[in-house]
């Protein structure tokens, strides 16, 4: 498969008053398309400098990244802020959802910058939030919502203009274990059904685990890089799963 991400001889150094820190050091990897990439690594050690680098919101000090065949670290401001609302979407740890917009509105939001028309915008988003399991909450603010529910809302905005490259950035650092597991899930099986790359940053490895590859950082260097079958169930799986559990219920509600 082709590389969609292209990332050669990476540094970015920050002036600290007088210090240099170097966040990331000689970096270079290529993503292919479609790829479900996870950047592992404790705190402090470049992920997030990474994950700026390669989403364009950060300019480095050395190197390049190439998306596509565009090579964004040259791209001026307007250039790039056209680039990512064209080619990329995030998922924030923190929702970034607008509080005084209904989770229909949210989610249709990205859309009306692409000139998507009214009811063409409805229409997408409320797709979105059917699949994502939000179909009953499409008029729901934000603060009506729970944790999980709000990130879910986060994840139907990042993926309803079908972006080619999804980042997120502790995407599930706010929500329980179970939903962690809902989530991950989700985004996994919506790259796979959409055919887009995902680059998700975290510094747990049982979340690493869901996917394809995983790219350990330490002090800004890359320190492992190795494939992995992730444990993200397939949609047919997960219903599968829960139609198990439902009869299992009702026997043993008969036998009661
Ligand atoms: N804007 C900045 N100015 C100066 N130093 C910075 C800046 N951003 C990050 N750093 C430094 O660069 C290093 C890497 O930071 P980064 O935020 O990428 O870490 P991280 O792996 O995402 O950590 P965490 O898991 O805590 O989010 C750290 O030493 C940090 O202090
Ligand atoms: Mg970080």
New binding site residues.
């Given amino acids: 498969m082709a590389a969609i991400i292209k990332i050669e001889n990476l540094r970015k150094v920050?002036p600290?008053g007088k210090e240099r820190?170097v966040?990331l050091n000689n970096i270079s990897f290529d993503i292919e398309e479609g790829e479900i990439c996870c950047i592992l690594?404790?705190?402090?050690?470049?992920?997030?400098?990474?994950l700026n680098q390669l989403a364009g919101l950060e300019k480095p000090t050395k190197g390049s990244v190439t998306i596509g065949k565009t090579n964004i670290s040259v791209l001026s401001e307007t250039r790039l802020a056209k680039f990512r609302q064209k080619y990329i979407g995030f998922v924030f740890q923190s929702y970034n959802l607008l509080p005084a917009y209904t989770a229909l509105e949210n989610v249709a939001m990205p859309l009306m910058f692409r000139g998507v028309s009214k009811k063409k915008r409805e229409q997408k988003a409320k797709e979105l939030l059917k699949l994502v399991g939000l179909g009953k909450r499409l008029s729901h603010k934000p603060t009506q919502m729970s944790g999980g529910q709000q990130q879910r809302v986060g994840i139907a905005r990042a993926f309803v203009s079908k972006q080619k490259i999804i980042f997120a950035d502790?995407p599930t650092g706010n929500l329980d274990s179970k939903t962690t597991r809902e989530v991950m899930e989700l985004m996994v099986n919506l790259c796979r059904k959409y055919k887009e790359t995902f680059v998700l940053?975290t510094?747990d490895r049982d979340l690493a685990l869901y996917a394809d590859r995983i790219i350990t950082?330490a002090d800004?260097e890359i320190i492992k890089d190795e494939r992995n079958q992730s444990i993200a169930r397939t949609e047919e799986q997960i219903a599968a799963e829960q139609t198990a559990m439902e009869s299992k219920e009702e026997s043993k509600n008969t036998e009661e």
């Fill in positions: 920050y600290v820190i966040a690594g404790t705190s402090g050690s470049g992920k997030s400098t990474l502790e940053v510094h950082l800004g």
